[in-house]
């Protein structure tokens, strides 16, 4: 299964949820962001609080969401409504597969350590109930 996790620039939440994804359910899932500027390195305080998790996302760099991999893929996880609004209207056509992980995840960045680690563990709670 192909699954995709959209957030805004592609530097926080996103890549946690993907390396969130990959190590409980091997490859698969990949992450884009919506405003996303293309590689762009995620930021300090993420891959401090995936390592925490025993993930590496230091080698992660941004990427924007292009068309293909929307259509491409089989599920797509936005980290809020609003991501999810943006590209039903942008995609109509792939919509149903277009849906909010959890309740949504708040944006960490520029935020503290903590933040980031509870930021962390929410996402990998919503992933592994995925």
Same mark, same amino acid.
């Given at each position: 299964?192909?699954?995709?996790? !959209?957030?805004?620039? &592609?530097?926080?939440?996103?890549?946690?949820?993907?390396?969130? +994804? &990959? *190590? *409980? +359910?091997?490859?698969?899932?990949?992450?884009?962001?919506?405003? =996303?500027? &293309?590689?762009?390195?995620?930021?300090?305080?993420?891959?401090?609080?995936?390592?925490? @998790?025993?993930? $590496? !996302?230091?080698? @992660?760099? =941004?990427?924007?969401?292009?068309?293909?991999? !929307?259509? &491409?893929?089989?599920?797509?996880?936005?980290?809020?409504?609003?991501?999810?609004?943006?590209?039903?209207? =942008?995609?109509?056509?792939?919509? $149903?597969? !277009?849906?909010?992980?959890?309740?949504?995840?708040?944006?960490?960045?520029?935020?503290?350590?903590?933040?980031?680690?509870?930021?962390?563990?929410?996402?990998? *709670?919503?992933? $592994?109930?995925?």
């Amino acid at each position: 299964m192909k699954v995709l996790f !959209i957030c805004t620039g &592609n530097t926080c939440r996103s890549p946690m949820a993907e390396g969130f +994804y &990959n *190590k *409980k +359910y091997g490859e698969g899932a990949k992450s884009a962001g919506i405003y =996303a500027e &293309n590689g762009a390195l995620p930021t300090v305080n993420a891959v401090l609080a995936m390592k925490m @998790h025993g993930i $590496d !996302i230091s080698g @992660h760099r =941004a990427a924007q969401v292009t068309p293909e991999e !929307i259509k &491409n893929a089989d599920r797509i996880y936005t980290m809020t409504e609003g991501h999810a609004v943006i590209l039903k209207e =942008a995609f109509p056509e792939y919509k $149903d597969k !277009i849906n909010v992980l959890g309740k949504g995840i708040p944006d960490p960045f520029g935020s503290d350590e903590e933040t980031y680690f509870k930021c962390a563990d929410e996402i990998k *709670k919503f992933v $592994d109930e995925l």
